[in-house]
């Protein structure tokens, strides 16, 4: 069974700094693109950035550009979204999710359960 | 970047009766490798997304029959029949083909 545990959500103040982890378990997480979806409560999905299975090619949602940085530990199984300059528009649940895979027909099957980030003074 | 539209953006349906969602593409979404990476998925209040459809047309493991998806290029349509009270929520369709990947409005349905 294919598990993904984020943490590292918490409250922020404009202007700083916070780091999410997705810890994946139950399928191939070094054959696999992983990806990074944030939802405003109440809101819609929006896509914020993707990563490449060996972890090197990356994109970046417009809004998050040169702010957030995606990486990967495929060692340690798990992904990470490093956030800076923080914006309260960037409060929002952060979910992980697998995105296109080696050997894998379907994408976007697994997603984890989210963490909330709220950025706020 | 590609806008994915969705219609209707709220739904109510008798159980046991059937709805249909409409999905359009700004611009085609089939890939250089030949495939159409769009997905449907569904989102019940406090859970996170889940996968109903992939490429268009393939359910993924678990999910019943009485979904089920089709379209090509540019135009989508997610179908439920025999809709059950499980079925609540969101449904969005959401495009892989290319970056930024991007999602629908969402359509909200309910039971009438």
């Known amino acids: 069974e294919a598990r993904l545990l984020e943490s590292g959500g918490g409250l922020a103040q404009p202007g700083g700094s916070l780091k999410l982890s997705c810890e994946v378990s139950g399928f191939m997480f070094g054959w696999s693109g992983m990806t990074w979806v944030r939802q405003v409560p109440g809101g819609g999905l929006e896509w914020v950035s993707t990563?490449?299975?060996?972890?090197?090619?990356?994109h970046y949602a417009e809004s998050v550009r040169g702010r957030f940085t995606i990486s990967r530990d495929n060692s340690r199984n798990t992904l990470y979204l490093h956030m800076d300059s923080l914006r309260a528009e960037d409060t929002a649940v952060y979910y992980c999710?697998?995105?296109?895979?080696?050997?894998?027909?379907?994408?976007?099957?697994?997603w984890g359960q989210g963490t909330l980030v709220t950025v706020s003074s | 970047d590609i806008v994915m539209t969705q219609t209707p953006l709220y739904s109510s349906v008798t159980l046991g009766q059937s709805a249909s969602i409409s999905c359009r593409s700004s611009q085609s979404l089939v890939h250089s490798d030949g495939n159409t990476y769009l997905n449907w998925l569904h989102q019940r209040p406090g859970q996170p997304p889940r996968l109903l459809i992939y490429k268009i047309s393939n359910r993924f493991s678990g999910v019943p029959d009485r979904f089920s998806g089709s379209g090509a290029g540019t135009d989508f349509t997610l179908r439920i029949t025999r809709v059950e009270p499980e079925d609540v929520g969101i449904y969005y369709c959401?495009?892989?083909?290319?970056?930024?990947?991007?999602f629908g409005p969402g359509t909200k349905v309910e039971i009438k």
């Open positions: 990563i490449n299975n060996r972890g090197d090619n990356t």
């Open positions: 959401m495009q892989a083909t290319d970056f930024p990947r991007t």
């Open positions: 999710a697998k995105d296109v895979s080696l050997g894998s027909v379907s994408l976007f099957e697994y």
